[in-house]
């Protein structure tokens, strides 16, 4: 399984401030654009997976902005992710012309839709959990 995709965008007129300079929360939706294709090389859509009953919020996330792009720049998001039983990482760069202007990260809990609690999708989702299983492990680290 390939744990890397890479898409490109190209920063639309109302991502941009009056400045011209991207927003910077519109990385957070170029980021859901990433995980999004990711989950989709693995043959694990979203709509698959929320489908069968299993959802994955945010726990936590974050990004650090290093360079600007501008309305109408051609982008690079490279995501990459790692999966444990209980979470699921992607971890994202923004590029252009292979300068890093921006990277950032999304941590997902795995819960059942209904009662929203945590679990573990190998044990409760094993279908699922397998489509994920080549993605590369990630040990979350305590709250």
């Known amino acids: 399984m390939d744990d890397t995709s890479r898409i490109r965008l190209r920063v639309r007129y109302g991502e941009?401030?009056?400045m011209g300079i991207a927003y910077y929360a519109n990385y957070f939706d170029w980021f859901t654009e990433?995980?999004?294709?990711?989950l989709r090389q693995t043959g694990g859509n979203y709509r698959r997976i929320e489908d069968d009953g299993l959802l994955l919020p945010v726990v936590r996330t974050g990004a650090r902005y290093h360079r600007p792009c501008r309305y109408d720049d051609p982008i690079d998001l490279v995501t990459t992710a790692r999966v444990s039983p209980t979470r699921l990482r992607f971890d994202y760069r923004v590029e252009m012309e292979g300068v890093l202007l921006a990277e950032g990260y999304t941590e997902h809990a795995f819960v059942r839709r209904g009662d929203m609690r945590p679990l573990n999708a190998r044990r409760a989702f094993p279908e699922i959990y397998k489509l994920l299983a080549g993605l590369p492990p990630y040990s979350p680290s305590p709250d």
């Open 16 to 18: 941009a401030d009056r």
């Open 34 to 38: 990433g995980r999004t294709e990711l």
